[in-house]
Structure formats: C-alpha cells, structure tokens
T-cell receptor, first 114, second 113 residues
Framework: AQSVTQLDSQVPVFEEAPVELRCNYSSSVSVYLFWYVQYPNQGLQLLLKYLSGSTLVKSINGFEAEFNKSQTSFHLRKPSVHISDTAEYFCAVTMIEGAQKLVFGQGTRLTINP | DAGITQSPRYKITETGRQVTLMCHQTWSHSYMFWYRQDLGHGLRLIYYSAAADITDKGEVPDGYVVSRSKTENFPLTLESATRSQTSVYFC????????????FGPGTRLTVT
C-alpha cells in the first residue's frame, strides 16, 4: 500500500517570498508522483508530475518539484509567490503498475499575505 | 461543453434517504473515479471504474454504490445517507493506457442532516 504525508497543513508566506511545500511518500513498489492544486471552490488541477527522466520537474507558472528517491520525497517549491498562488496543494502518488488510483496527502493550504 | 461535469453542485438531504450524485465526461476517458474530500484527510477514493461495466472498490466504499453502463457516466449513490457522509464529492476521469493524469469535476457539496 502507498501513503503520502504532507508535513504542513498550512503555510503562510508573504508575497514575493519563496515557499516550499513538503511531501513524503511510502510505497513498497515504484510510483509516479503528482502535485495537484485546488483554488477556492474549484476542483483539482494537475500542477506537475514526475513519471521518469529528470528528477526536477517544472510547471508553467513557476513551481518546481524534485523527486528524491532516497528520501522518498517530492517537495514543491516556488522562488517568488504571488497572491494568485493562494490555494490548497495536494501531493499524490500512483503505482506504476496498477489501476491508476491516486493516493493523496492531506493537503497544504498556502496563504499569501500582501 | 466538453469536460467533466457534476450534478447537483449542492445537495442537502436527510439521514436515511437515498441520494445519487451524477458525473458526466465528454472525453471518452476509460477511467473514472469518485473521491470524497474531508478536512484533514485530503481526498480518499470511494470507487473507480476502468471501463463501462467494470467497477471496483477504493479506500472508503462502505455505504456507496456505483454503476457505469455508459463510458461517459459514472453515478454515485448513497443508499441510506448518514451524517458521516457529509462531504465534498469529486468525480475524476483519466485516459488510461499509460497516461496517468486525472481530470477533476467541480465537486458536489453534500450535507446530510
């Protein structure tokens, strides 16, 4: 079975400051990793994913995440946040061999203060 | 419109009543999923379907029933609603065939009184 732990339930930061949202996972099999974002009163949208290749993956809006197999982590970072980044962020994993079921972490609420 | 839709968006029902949440996708995706979102738990998988007429349980299936007679529809039924089923329910779909991204609907907020 897989499990995902997001180490911070809430992260408040000031606008233009850097941010890191932490994600650790546990799995006995190889997994793919995802970050989803949920803006207020909306469904989830894929932010970025790691399937294979370079361990550093980037989104179109400046976020990046690095897959660290030895530490079983997939932390999300952004060097300078904007008010529009206020949202809840979910880390998720799925087994490489399987029915494509996602296992989510508990979520991290990112609040950007002006 | 293309995409994934859920109805109703908001529902209040009483304990013991049957309620059905609808999910419709226009992409002809093979996979469809139902999740519930509760504070402190993230999203938990209720049921999923790999194709029409193929469904399987997820992490929290008790009290729920699903069917998938057509590829595009995946209704979720609460046979006898309980207060513990008060939650936000999200439907999602995915291509399958090695493409792992899931596309989420806008959600249904269900309150059981």
């Amino acid at each position: 079975a897989q499990s995902v732990t997001q180490l911070d339930s809430q992260v408040p930061v000031f606008e233009e400051a850097p941010v890191e949202l932490r994600c650790n996972y546990s799995s006995s099999v190889s997994v793919y990793l995802f970050w989803y974002v949920q803006y207020p009163n909306q469904g989830l949208q894929l932010l970025l994913k790691y399937l294979s290749g370079s361990t550093l993956v980037k989104s179109i809006n400046g976020f990046e995440a690095e897959f660290n197999k030895s530490q079983t982590s997939f932390h999300l970072r952004k060097p300078s946040v904007h008010i529009s980044d206020t949202a809840e962020y979910f880390c998720a994993v799925t087994m490489i061999e399987g029915a494509q079921k996602l296992v989510f972490g508990q979520g991290t609420r990112l609040t950007i203060n002006p | 419109d293309a995409g994934i839709t859920q109805s109703p968006r908001y529902k209040i029902t009483e304990t013991g009543r049957q309620v059905t949440l609808m999910c419709h996708q226009t992409w002809s995706h093979s996979y469809m999923f139902w999740y519930r979102q509760d504070l402190g738990h993230g999203l938990r998988l209720i049921y999923y379907s790999a194709a029409a007429d193929i469904t399987d349980k997820g992490e929290v299936p008790d009290g729920y029933v699903v069917s998938r007679s057509k590829t595009e529809n995946f209704p979720l039924t609460l046979e006898s609603a309980t207060r513990s089923q008060t939650s936000v329910y999200f439907c999602a779909s995915g291509h399958g065939r090695g493409i792992y991204e899931q596309y989420f609907g806008p959600g249904t907020r269900l309150t059981v009184t």
